[in-house]
């Protein structure tokens, strides 16, 4: 059988080998991306409340990680399935990373996972202590396979059990997820009516299911969509207006809220995380 084409792109002192999942688990990820970094330059990142759940299969160096919960003590991670957030976090690497990404939907990572959400809600979890032996095998296996296209290959087949095994979120969780994800504007009142519960009800299941409560969850979108608008240029008036947001001013306080800084100095430390170095053929 052949393998799997993989995309192989150099971001200036990182190499990213890009592939597709399978078919059955795309409505849940877009894509696998692995990753090499060139040079072991330690690095401090800033991270920011996302549409989906972050799992790293680490395939270098431990990070050391600080999520936005201050009840739960900062610490080293292997592999770590980080769930959703509300507010900022930071990770210290001392360089040489080398791993792959999976950003997951919510309401995916409930499948794939098999652990209520709200358990991960401003935290982070070691992917064994979540998933056990199988995860410590899955990693030792990517570690050791040949290339990037093999290592995609075993994420297919490992994901697809988890899939087959996995609960599935209540119908109207998901039409709820579906509605904000298209529409961050909606109302919890809105979202209720729409799926027929009452709001508490869908608040307590949603936030179970997805990890942030409806509300919540639409001012992480909208702040989202902020920060991708602003990253392609577009202006902070014409920003804050398309995301819904009242004034440049309510996007301010947002961004102070949700990232710990203003517009300006999150856009323009993305920009200074850029580096170049000699790079290097991955495996």
């Known amino acids: 059988?052949?393998?799997?084409?993989?995309?192989?792109?150099?971001?200036?002192?990182?190499?990213?080998?890009?592939?597709?999942?399978?078919?059955?688990?795309?409505?849940?990820?877009?894509?696998?991306?692995?990753?090499w970094e060139t040079a072991a330059l330690p690095a401090r990142m800033r991270t920011l409340?996302?549409?989906?759940?972050?799992?790293?299969?680490?395939?270098?160096?431990?990070?050391?990680?600080?999520?936005?919960?201050?009840?739960?003590?900062?610490?080293?991670?292997?592999?770590?399935?980080?769930?959703?957030?509300?507010?900022?976090?930071?990770?210290?690497?001392?360089?040489?990373?080398?791993?792959?990404?999976?950003?997951?939907?919510?309401?995916?990572?409930?499948?794939?996972?098999?652990?209520?959400?709200?358990?991960?809600?401003?935290?982070?979890?070691?992917?064994?202590?979540?998933?056990?032996?199988?995860?410590?095998?899955?990693?030792?296996?990517?570690?050791?396979?040949?290339?990037?296209?093999?290592?995609?290959?075993?994420?297919d087949g490992f994901l697809l059990r988890r899939l087959d095994a996995g609960p599935v979120p209540d119908r109207e969780v998901a039409r709820a997820w579906r509605l904000l994800n298209g529409d961050p504007a909606v109302t919890v009142a809105g979202l209720a009516a729409d799926v027929g519960w009452s709001r508490k009800h869908l608040t307590n299941r949603f936030r179970e299911q997805a990890g942030l409560p409806p509300k919540v969850m639409a001012r992480v979108l909208r702040f989202q969509r902020a920060v991708e608008l602003l990253s392609g240029g577009t202006g902070f008036t014409e920003a804050a207006l398309a995301c819904g947001y009242y004034d440049q001013a309510h996007l301010n306080r947002e961004f102070r809220a949700l990232s710990g800084c203003?517009?300006?100095?999150?856009?323009?430390?993305?920009?200074?995380?850029?580096?170049?170095?000699?790079?290097?053929?991955?495996?």
């Open 49 to 155: 409340p996302t549409r989906t759940t972050v799992m790293i299969i680490n395939l270098g160096p431990p990070l050391y990680l600080e999520v936005p919960d201050p009840g739960v003590r900062d610490r080293e991670y292997g592999s770590f399935v980080a769930g959703m957030h509300d507010g900022h976090g930071m990770y210290l690497s001392p360089g040489g990373q080398r791993g792959i990404q999976l950003d997951v939907t919510p309401l995916g990572a409930y499948t794939l996972l098999g652990v209520p959400m709200a358990r991960l809600t401003n935290a982070a979890a070691d992917l064994p202590d979540l998933l056990g032996r199988e995860a410590r095998t899955l990693v030792e296996r990517l570690a050791d396979a040949p290339s990037w296209g093999a290592r995609f290959d075993l994420l």
């Open 262 to 283: 203003t517009p300006t100095e999150l856009i323009g430390g993305q920009l200074e995380q850029q580096r170049t170095t000699t790079l290097a053929e991955p495996r």
């Open 1 to 35: 059988m052949s393998e799997r084409p993989v995309a192989i792109t150099d971001r200036g002192g990182w190499w990213l080998a890009r592939g597709r999942p399978h078919p059955a688990l795309r409505p849940f990820l877009r894509s696998y991306d692995g990753y």
